[in-house]
């Protein structure tokens, strides 16, 4: 780690490994021609990572998100290596001009979050860790690197052009570790019985952390085996009153039935996560745009907002705590899979689907079709 902080201190890259991709990566506070030129060179786009306070203080929010990301240039004539780089330096810490923005682009600004890879594990955090760690804003550019023949590298090509131009590589699971050894976003405050009516009792921990209060129930001794586990996203309407138009409250009562039936096992309830993280009342407003046709998917993008702003390293974290290592995990969401297999867990999943009713069809259809969740429905 030392070698990585000092080459990034000294204005330089590093590689960031991801699974199948490997990324440069360098500060965006140093980012300079030299360096654009450089991924122009080695790379098929430019990534900008920003966490999202930034991205709506700018108003980048109000440009159309292409996945999670929004691809943006700098308005000029015939843009070079220095506009890009001024214009990234610009974005992280100037106010810029909605004029001076061109849509789309190929600086793709991706939502990053406020406490890196402890809060989510993708190759944003990594990137904004790193700059951070080396003394710089936590803002990175970085950018896949590809061969030749114009393929996504794999680590082999990532190695020998780690040789090549004496880049020293850091994959996302050692910087997880490294972190982890010295760093905790969660803390447990309580802990008391709680004595349920129609799931039987359990311990409820109160944990603080920084998206707000989180409880996590808890039956029997999950420090041992598999153990049932519900990360289950807060949903007022469905979980209290019962809405219709989610499967989100049936959710919550089978995965507290379930855990009961088998007298062991662990129930996250993620506050801060309601409408997939942008709230009450930008829910709400999302619901409306539902009820004239558009789906729920792009009815956050046309809100301003990703399709999915929650991240699950605030629960990787209370199930550390919980001494859980080995998950069976009651989901539907790949993203929860992926992302507690980042943080060391051993991870199955157990299905949890409910009864598709009229109104919520469309919104199980579309979270199977857009968001990739493992829904069997009779279309």
Request: proline share 4%.
């Amino acid at each position: 780690m030392e070698k990585i902080i000092e080459q990034l201190k000294a204005g330089k890259f590093v590689i960031v490994c991801e699974e199948d991709k490997n990324f440069l990566c360098i500060p965006a506070e140093i980012v300079n021609s030299d360096a654009i030129n450089f991924i122009m060179k080695n790379c098929d786009e430019i990534r900008l990572s920003l966490p999202w306070s930034r991205i709506s203080s700018l108003g980048l929010n109000k440009f159309f998100f292409n996945g999670n990301v929004i691809p943006i240039d700098p308005r000029v004539e015939r843009i070079s290596a220095e506009d890009r780089a001024n214009f990234i330096k610009n974005l992280v810490f100037g106010d810029l001009d909605p004029n001076e923005i061109k849509f789309p682009g190929r600086i793709f600004v991706e939502e990053t979050k406020e406490m890196g890879i402890l809060e989510r594990p993708g190759i944003a955090e990594a990137c904004s860790d790193l700059a951070r760690l080396a003394g710089f804003k936590a803002s990175a550019v970085y950018a896949p690197i590809i061969t030749p023949e114009g393929n996504v590298a794999g680590r082999d090509y990532a190695e020998d052009f780690s040789n090549l131009h004496s880049i020293p590589l850091i994959s996302i699971k050692e910087l997880i570790e490294f972190r982890l050894k010295s760093e905790k976003i969660v803390e447990r405050l309580v802990e008391a019985t709680l004595p349920t009516k129609f799931y039987g009792t359990f311990k409820a921990i109160g944990y603080k952390s920084p998206i707000g209060e989180i409880i996590a129930l808890v039956k029997g001794d999950v420090s041992k085996g598999d153990v049932l586990v519900r990360i289950h996203s807060e949903c007022l309407t469905g979980d209290v009153l019962h809405s219709l138009r989610c499967d989100c409250g049936e959710q919550l009562e089978s995965a507290l039935k379930m855990i009961d039936r088998e007298g062991k096992g662990v129930l996250i309830y993620m506050r801060g996560h309601e409408g997939r993280g942008i709230g009450l009342i930008n829910k709400l407003l999302s619901y409306k745009l539902q009820e004239n046709g558009i789906d729920t998917v792009d009815a956050n993008i046309k809100l301003g907002f990703p399709p999915d702003l929650r991240s699950y390293g605030i629960s990787a974290q209370i199930l550390m705590d919980l001494g859980v290592r080995s998950v069976r995990l009651l989901t539907n969401n790949p993203l929860k899979i992926e992302e507690l297999a980042k943080y060391g867990f051993k991870v199955k999943r157990e299905s949890i689907e409910v009864e598709p009713t009229e109104v919520n069809l469309s919104y199980l259809k579309t979270k199977r079709d857009k968001m990739g969740h493992f829904l069997c429905i009779n279309d």
